[in-house]
């Protein structure tokens, strides 16, 4: 029995070690800080323009289909082509085909029912033309529509160089962000210490695009398709985490 009672001290004193090192270690950790958020943003006319249109055609046959789509399409990429967009600048975003049925016969409620009888295709086919001359995006709107595209699916507005406003958008905000934590260090009467941490965000705020007359066009009115273009604000989001110390 005497033998085992400095064993017992042994064991609880290695067990008791490590929780007191835990202790200590939670004590440091537990280190006051000041987080500061702050925003920056910059604004820039855009660039650069994204037309999405599409051509929708119908056929007895899907040869007949295709071969209006194709012919559609052909006058749409000459009429681009004299506006001097390269070939490059143009996608295909989707291209469907679709057969159309017979609207199905009236029957008794206890005949089977009939199979679908098709009676023609249509095809669908949607490309989008990227814009560099921006002067230039009402007339390609309305020439291609003229041209024989009967779908105007939308406009995106975008800059070409968008990283360098996020980063003048992240300097901004960055230096905002150091001096409210200036600011609130004096007002509480504490000592900023080191940086701890620094997170960052970034988003682009693009204008709303205003087609005015974008189905008058489809119709063969005649004008000039309105487009304006505004300007794009690219905000960006700063987050500072200071050691603070009485």
Not at 186 to 214: D, I, W, Y
């Amino acid at each position: 029995m005497k033998s085992l009672v400095p064993l017992l001290a042994f064991v609880i004193a290695l067990v008791a070690a490590p929780i007191a090192a835990r202790s200590d270690d939670s004590a440091k950790s537990e280190v006051p800080t000041l987080t500061v958020v702050a925003t920056g943003s910059v604004t820039a006319p855009p660039d650069t323009a994204f037309v999405t249109l599409g051509m929708d055609t119908t056929g007895k046959s899907l040869t007949e289909a295709q071969r209006q789509n194709s012919a559609t399409i052909q006058k749409v990429m000459e009429r681009l082509r004299e506006l001097k967009i390269d070939k490059e600048r143009i996608q295909t975003a989707a291209f469907t085909v679709s057969p159309q049925y017979k609207p199905p016969p009236k029957r008794p409620s206890d005949a089977p029912p009939a199979p679908p009888e098709i009676v023609g295709y249509s095809i669908s086919n949607t490309i989008t033309i990227e814009v560099r001359d921006v002067e230039k995006v009402g007339t390609v709107i309305e020439e291609v529509l003229v041209a024989g595209a009967n779908h105007f699916h939308g406009l995106r507005w975008a800059l070409r160089d968008e990283q360098q406003a996020r980063l003048n958008a992240l300097k901004i905000a960055a230096g905002v962000a150091r001096e409210k934590a200036t600011a609130l260090s004096q007002a509480v009467n504490v000592k900023l210490g080191r940086l701890m941490n620094v997170t960052e965000g970034s988003r682009v705020v693009a204008p709303m695009p205003r087609v005015g007359r974008a189905m008058a066009a489809m119709e063969g009115a005649g004008g000039e398709v309105p487009i304006s273009s505004g300007e794009m604000k690219v905000e960006a989001t700063v987050t500072l985490i200071y050691e603070i110390t009485p």
